[in-house]
């Protein structure tokens, strides 16, 4: 059974990295959750406030062994993902981060000790940083 791990990022600018992330895993060793059905909202227009719609995203990070942040270009500046990452932080998930290029600037809540780094953003390295022990507690 594949493991599920909820992929944290920037929807508007980041698609092709986490498309990228299905690409590599061939074998389907992992289950990368993040994208809403229609049913759920459209975090994009507005939806993510909705409160049915952030009860949607809260179940889906429970239900992951841990959460991957993919960190765009302009990541830093999501509020979309700020609030993902809270809520990881909350359910005591683990948190993964990994550049998608090497000067891409991470938000300030993953200067945290505890932040597990996949370095550099290959599937190799997300998923040796999978497998390490460490939860954000």
């Known amino acids: 059974m ?14 092709q990295y986490r498309n990228k992330l299905e690409e590599w895993d ?3 060793e992992f289950e990368f959750t993040s994208k809403l ?4 909202g459209n975090p994009a227009s507005g939806g993510m406030y909705s409160e049915a719609c952030r009860k949607k995203i809260r179940d889906k990070i429970a239900e992951a062994a841990c959460v991957l942040c993919l960190i765009g270009k302009n990541t830093r ?4 993902v700020k609030w993902e990452i809270d809520e990881a932080v909350k359910q005591k998930k683990k948190i993964i981060v990994t550049k998608t290029e ?5 938000p300030s809540c993953f200067l945290h000790p505890k932040t597990l780094w996949a370095k550099p953003f290959t599937f190799e390295g997300i998923k040796e940083a ?3 022990p460490g ?3």
């Open 77 to 80: 500046n999501s509020e979309w």
């Open 37 to 40: 059905s229609t049913d759920d």
């Open 26 to 28: 061939t074998a389907k």
């Open 135 to 137: 939860r954000w507690a």
């Open 102 to 106: 090497p000067l891409n600037t991470p």
């Open 130 to 132: 999978i497998a390490r």
């Open 2 to 15: 594949a493991k599920k791990i909820y992929v944290c990022y920037d929807h508007e600018n980041d698609e």
